[in-house]
């Protein structure tokens, strides 16, 4: 089992920043790949960002450039760093961990609010 907890959401103006963090805790092995999604009021869970354990990472297109996913193995935690922050980035933020076998675990999430 992997639990995950999502940190660093609020409330931001537009063109500002916030840096989320997911502590990952439980039977983290290598190999894994953790990664961001959101979902926006209304509609569907969306890919954001991936990483894997070796800093390989990909990034959807509405956030490149603006997004950069890290991870520091050591504390098993992984962030995204949001920059140019859009109205229309705001989401709950949630972040899973994908072991090597394909099994998928959530965290909670996390509200990141962009204001106009």
């Known amino acids: 089992q992997v639990q995950l907890v999502e940190s660093g959401g609020g409330l931001v103006q537009a063109g500002g920043s916030l840096r989320l963090s997911c502590a990952a805790s439980?039977?983290?092995?290598?190999?894994?790949?953790m990664g961001w999604y959101r979902q926006a009021p209304g509609k569907q869970r969306e890919f954001v960002a991936v990483?894997?354990?070796?800093?390989?990472?990909n990034y959807a297109d509405s956030v490149k450039g603006r997004f950069t996913i890290s991870r520091d193995n050591a504390k098993n935690t992984m962030y995204l760093q949001m920059n140019s922050l859009k109205p229309e980035d705001t989401a709950a933020y949630y972040c899973?961990?994908?072991?090597?076998?394909?099994?998928?675990?959530w965290g909670k999430g996390t509200l990141v609010t962009v204001s106009t």
């Open positions: 439980g039977s983290i092995f290598s190999g894994n790949f």
């Open positions: 990483i894997t354990s070796g800093g390989s990472t």
């Open positions: 899973n961990y994908i072991t090597a076998t394909g099994t998928v675990y």
